[in-house]
T-cell receptor, first 111, second 113 residues
């Protein structure tokens, strides 16, 4: 699986949009971009994933550049409960394949 | 989304004893489950892949005789930490493979004293 690079930490004001970047310059054509987050002392929670088109769900939006070498996860109105470590993972969409977690980005939402 | 339940959420045991952690997929059948370990301020590290009805596949450096994995049904995988020592104290997380994403349990914080 391709490697990803994320900033180690970010701050965001409550109520503002949080934009979390991820670089995956070696991504292959059949690899998806996944985002998970981990709130302290809990298991990771799925957020969103996509291949090349932008995606949106009730939690977040995923913007993938046209060359697919980077992406941005957007939390439109961050709340204090969004404080967590956010993991960007690229992975072939095969059932039974595990997820490889990097260090992620520690997002702190500030009041 | 699908639900994966992990039990117990927290356990303290004495050095030399064994501890069993259960991971259940509540609303779907999981042919494949994964076990991760997470030390403080570190990311999740895959320990082993558990396939229903067959032997688990362990990552390099993970002792299969120490971390016993059983996946006897499509909804249950167990991890037994045998002869636990203080260095085994960690946060253990299971995951069940879905069609596209993986679903994670709440984690088990093991403290060996």
């Amino acid at each position: 699986d391709a490697k990803t690079t994320q900033p180690p930490s970010m701050d965001c004001a409550e109520g503002r949009a949080a934009n979390l970047p991820c670089n995956h310059s070696t991504i292959s054509g059949n690899e998806y971009v996944y985002w998970y987050r981990q709130i302290h002392s809990q298991g990771p929670q799925y957020i969103i994933h996509g291949l090349k088109n932008n995606e949106t769900n009730e939690m977040a939006s995923l913007i993938i550049t046209e060359d697919r070498k980077s992406s941005t996860l957007i939390l439109p109105h961050a709340t204090l409960r969004d404080t967590a470590v956010y993991y960007c993972i690229v992975r072939v969409d095969n059932y039974g394949q595990n997820f490889v977690f990097g260090p992620g980005t520690r997002l702190s939402v500030l009041p | 989304g699908a639900v994966v339940s992990q039990h117990p959420s927290r356990v303290i045991c004495k050095s030399g004893t064994s501890v069993k952690i259960e991971c259940r997929s509540l609303d779907f059948q999981a042919t494949t489950m994964f076990w991760y370990r997470q030390f403080p301020k570190q990311s999740l590290m895959l320990m082993a892949t558990s396939n229903e009805g067959s032997k688990a596949t362990y990552e390099q450096g993970v002792e299969k005789d120490k971390f016993l994995i059983n996946h006897a049904s499509l909804t249950l995988s167990t991890l037994t930490v045998t002869s636990a020592h203080p260095e085994d104290s960690s946060f253990y997380i299971c995951s069940a493979a879905g069609n596209t994403e993986a679903f994670f349990g709440q984690g088990t914080r093991l403290t060996v004293v």
